[in-house]
């Protein structure tokens, strides 16, 4: 899943409901049930999500919504291979853009 997000230190949970397209009820659930994601709050006490947070949750979002893990089975498989399963994913990520640039490429020539 390929996020449409510019480059911030923080990102609010309205943000990060629209990229994922779905309900910041959900994103909120996430954050308490996976001890990886660790948003700061703000004075307002809005959850504000760092790069790394979003990392994680498109990992999250990945193994739920794309792979269908049961949100107990994502958490062992994070637990146990969270550095593992976090470069692989990041590794799939870039071999796509680097997929669409390329298509881009050929499709200008």
Do not use: C
Request: aromatic share 10%.
């Amino acid at each position: 899943m390929h996020l449409d997000l510019p480059e911030k230190r923080y990102y609010s949970i309205g943000e990060l409901s629209r990229a994922f397209n779905v309900n910041a009820s959900l994103i909120r659930f996430w954050d308490k049930e996976f001890d990886v994601l660790k948003p700061k709050k703000n004075a307002k006490g809005n959850r504000m999500f760092t790069p790394e947070d979003v990392k994680n949750l498109q990992l999250i979002y990945h193994l739920v919504k794309e792979r269908g893990f049961t949100l107990e089975g994502a958490k062992v498989y994070l637990r146990e291979s969270q550095k593992k399963a976090l470069d692989k994913y990041e590794i799939i990520h870039k071999l796509e853009a680097l997929k669409t640039t390329l298509i881009n490429i050929k499709n200008e020539l």
